[in-house]
């Protein structure tokens, strides 16, 4: 299910993402109590940056994924829809030219075909509208034997688990986001977000739709996030399962 299912258009999900900008990495911090960085950092490791190489970061933000990305010596192209988010990237990276920050809708992204060694995308996938789309795109600019990754809010498969988690998507989420945020309403619609998007072997079906191959994935924190990782075939070679 995607952001439209929850009737929000893509202007309405950017002009969220766009008033919760200011607050949006302290709120990243306090919710996942700690573990956004755990989760960044199993991220990195999954795309594997090498130095010189060009890295798409899609939903990027306000940066701090692509700054983990481009350590590396990497070059990263940080492409979010929400002009708040990629304002606070700028002037937060300023001085940092490993990365460039790009207006892009992920559903039509403005690159050529077969540009990046490597395309991640970290909690955005479920806000697009159309995310067989996006990853039909992320697709058709990554380069022949490029590597995709993709870190979502997922489905615990435990189900005391799972029902603990909801729980707390339902009731603890709001309250600290009514305190801490500074767009508290975004974090409900965020929270439906999350319990209706797609399971782990829905997405890891997605991933192969859209052509991609090797795909795996596995669960971090429970379940509560899952991290994707496919391969998109060299010229002419399809890859075995």
Known sequence: MSAADLSKTPADVAAMFD?????????????????????????????????GERILDLAAGTG??????????????????????????????????????????????????????AVTISFGLRNVAEPHRALAEMFRVAKPGARIV?????????????AAYFAYLDHVMPTVS?????????YGYLGDSIKAWADQTTLAAWLREAGFRQ?????????IVALHRGVKPSAGVWASE
């Open 19 to 51: 008033q919760a900008s200011r607050r949006y990495d302290l709120m990243n911090t306090l919710l996942s109590g700690g573990n956004a960085q755990l989760w960044r950092a199993a991220t990195v490791r999954a795309v594997a940056p090498k130095a």
């Open 64 to 117: 701090t994924s692509s700054e983990a990305l481009a350590r590396t010596g990497a070059r990263v192209v940080a492409a979010d829809f929400s002009k708040g988010m990629l304002a606070v990237g700028r002037a937060r990276h300023a001085d940092d030219q490993r990365i460039e920050f790009v207006f892009a809708d992920a559903q039509a992204l403005p690159f050529g075909d077969d540009e990046f060694d």
């Open 150 to 162: 993709i870190c979502e809010f997922s489905k615990p498969p435990v189900a005391p688990v799972r």
């Open 178 to 186: 009514r305190i801490a945020s500074s767009n508290a309403p975004a």
């Open 215 to 223: 795909v795996r994935y596995r669960n971090l924190t429970g379940g």
